[in-house]
């Protein structure tokens, strides 16, 4: 037996197969159910000619669902691709057409638009439809196909990127996401070389898994896997949009014990509704609030602990290329964390200077967050990116991550922000994330954005985009001095747009097109 993703959560139903595995509504699935229903789909696939390496669309919003598909295609050593349902037409294309993927599983809403996309889909061959015709689909299916041939070496590839120009596929081995990705590695401090010993760390007191983020971002189903590694439940939403309060009234009834959000685009709602009532929901089962794919600010960060002072609260830090990288935890009575968060980082990972060499602590030099060990074997069909990304230096492959970054005296790496959102103003560097920090801590203000537009003087100037607080009223100029008493005056915005509400991804992060168009034209 390899580190195969199938093979390991056979191993776990063959310890644990009448525990709950996972919740979504009405729906309750054991860990041998849903072993049988991700059968049903791994013989759906077959059937319709999917073997090893082929590609399988999935176009679902959060339910059992989306990893019983996912299962069923590692089953056969298929490859499952994460598809956006809100996609528009173009964008679906262009990810099915990349993806090569021959059967798409999808929102009914989206299958319908699908069939009159099929001339320019020539590879797809089959789309089932999310509620009956899925349902029919696995009542339809033959007996489970055989489980040999699978392989460590079997292919994960996860889309990602959407927000900055087209998806681009992330290509994974099977062995190296578990360990990079989905909590493979050191379990209790003892290292997992075999992967029979899984069944050796999975608890009696299982963890309950709440993924709040769509279950097509990495996140979200990295943790949810994870959770299955190890005998725990996995509580899905079947709410189709984000309410603070009806995801508290699911974490309370499911006794949630860890809850997984992405920023303060979920947990200042979440702050507020427990500052708003705090007597409503009984959450003495949760011990942790997990972010990953955002920071939080320190604001937010106090606001949830002082609502929920038994609980940690954990910035995890990671992206696609490379995994799971780095935490921040605080608790009740932690040290004020005052500007950029600093995360204790893995082994694996340094923070690499221009000439691809580890920074020294304490040094102040800004460089790029890296990771070495287990990664991705690139970019799906792009060789000349993946060599950008992953470069090999002195013999070790590095995966460059977009986010610069210190490494301070006692070794935590200070994260500033990504690359890519770093505005550039008359020769000085400004990192939004950090004016953000600054903008969110502000009593006034609810939410905000901060991007560079273009300035026929400086080339960049610092633009915000500012929501605020139900009943508040604050003078955009206060905004700007505010910013000013805390960061170096070039930092401070120049523009500052109000707005009723900042406009953000499905994934919590800053939409900063939308926040670029807004902060222009006003």
Avoid at 155 to 172: C, E, F, I, M
Avoid at 259 to 265: E, H, R, S
Avoid at 369 to 377: E, K, Q, T
Wanted: net charge negative; with cysteine; proline share 6%.
């Amino acid at each position: 037996m390899t580190f195969q993703l199938a093979d390991l959560l056979d191993l776990v139903v063959g310890v644990v197969p009448e525990r709950t595995a996972v919740v979504c509504g009405e729906r309750r699935l054991d860990y041998r159910h849903l072993r049988r229903r991700a059968g049903r789909v791994a013989s759906g696939l077959a059937a319709a000619g999917i073997g090893r390496g082929d590609m399988v669309g999935i176009a679902l919003r959060n339910g059992t669902e989306y990893l019983e598909s996912m299962w069923g295609a590692f089953w056969i050593g298929a490859v499952p691709v994460n598809v956006h349902p809100r996609y528009v037409d173009d964008e679906i294309v262009a990810v099915l057409i990349d993806a090569g993927a021959r059967v798409l599983v999808a929102e009914p809403d989206l299958a319908e638009r699908v069939a009159g996309l099929r001339a320019r889909l020539p590879e797809l061959d089959r789309v089932i439809g999310r509620g009956r015709p899925y349902e029919d689909w696995l009542a339809r299916a033959g007996a489970p196909p055989p489980t040999d041939g699978r392989s460590g070496d079997d292919r994960y590839v996860l889309y990602t990127g959407g927000t900055t120009g087209a998806p681009k596929g992330v290509v994974w081995r099977h062995e190296d996401v578990f360990f990079g990705a989905m909590g493979g590695g050191n379990r209790a401090g003892a290292p997992i070389t075999r992967p029979e010993q899984l069944v050796d760390h999975i608890a009696e007191s299982p963890t309950r898994t709440l993924p709040a983020s769509p279950l097509l971002h990495g996140t979200a189903h990295w943790l949810a896997f994870g959770t299955l590694f190890a005998g725990g439940t996995v509580v899905l939403s079947p709410d189709r949009t984000f309410a603070a309060d009806r995801l508290l009234d699911l974490v309370a009834a499911e006794e949630v014990s860890h809850l997984v959000i992405v920023g303060d685009a979920f947990a200042r709602p979440l702050a507020d509704a427990l500052a708003a009532e705090p007597d409503r929901w009984d959450l003495s089962a949760l011990t942790a609030i997990v972010s990953g794919g955002a920071t939080l600010s320190g604001a937010v960060r106090g606001a949830l602990l002082d609502a929920l002072p038994w609980v940690v609260v954990i910035d995890g830090y990671g992206t696609s290329e490379t995994g799971g990288q780095a935490t921040m935890v605080t608790s009740a009575g932690s040290p004020v964390v005052d500007g950029p968060p600093r995360f204790v980082a893995g082994p694996e990972t340094a923070v690499l200077d221009d000439d691809l060499r580890p920074v020294a602590p304490g040094s102040d030099v800004v460089g790029r967050i890296a990771r070495r060990g287990h990664l991705p074997l690139g970019y799906h069909r792009d060789p000349e990116r993946t060599a950008e990304t992953f470069p090999v230096v002195d013999g070790v492959r590095w995966a460059l991550t977009g986010d610069q970054a210190r490494v301070a005296d006692d070794g935590t790496v200070v994260l500033l922000g990504r690359g890519s959102s770093t505005i550039n103003s008359g020769g000085e560097k400004v990192h939004a994330e950090e004016v953000e920090r600054v903008l969110t801590a502000h009593p006034a203000v609810h939410d905000a954005v901060v991007v560079g537009v273009p300035d026929p003087r400086w080339g960049e100037r610092v633009a915000a985009v500012v929501a605020l607080r139900a009943g508040a009223d604050v003078d955009t100029d206060d905004l700007v001095e505010h910013c000013r008493a805390r960061l170096a005056g070039f930092k401070a915005p120049r523009t500052v747009v109000v707005v009723d509400a900042v406009q953000r991804l499905d994934t919590g992060k800053p939409d900063n097109r939308w926040a670029r168009e807004v902060a222009t034209a006003g």
